[in-house]
């Protein structure tokens, strides 16, 4: 069982950047960030294999957000630069035990309660 606890979320600009966290109780090969907007379906966003060299990303966030891990603290991070209003959403870290980390949901075993980011244009 892996218990992971997201923050950093908050109120920002458009154009600003954030720095989200996702700290895990215990060691995961896998971890992912998904997000989720009112009334929208949850989407993948970005994520890492275990030792980090290996990322992915939607489409959508190529080029502005950027994952990586710090194993020694058993944290994942997403750096969200340029922010825009469509970013605005519930983020959620996720954990699983594959390999290669999946882009979709059921890939992932741990979630996090979400931390919200909010963009105000």
């Known amino acids: 069982q892996v218990q992971l606890v997201e923050s950093g979320g908050g109120l920002v600009q458009a154009g600003d950047s954030l720095r989200l966290s996702c700290a895990a109780s215990?060691?995961?090969?896998?971890m992912g960030w998904f997000r989720q907007a009112p009334g929208k379906e949850r989407e993948f966003v970005a994520a890492?294999?275990?030792?980090?060299?290996?990322?992915y990303y939607a489409d959508s966030v190529k080029g502005r957000f950027d994952i990586s891990r710090d194993n020694a603290k058993n944290t994942v991070y997403l750096q969200i630069n340029s922010l825009k209003p469509e970013d605005a959403a519930v983020y959620y870290c996720?954990?699983?035990?594959?390999?290669?980390?999946?882009?979709?949901?059921?890939?992932?075993?741990?979630w996090g309660q979400g931390t919200q980011v909010t963009v105000s244009s």
């Open positions: 996720a954990a699983g035990g594959a390999i290669v980390p999946g882009t979709t949901a059921n890939a992932y075993d741990y």
């Open positions: 215990g060691r995961a090969f896998s």
């Open positions: 890492i294999n275990w030792n980090a060299r290996n990322t």
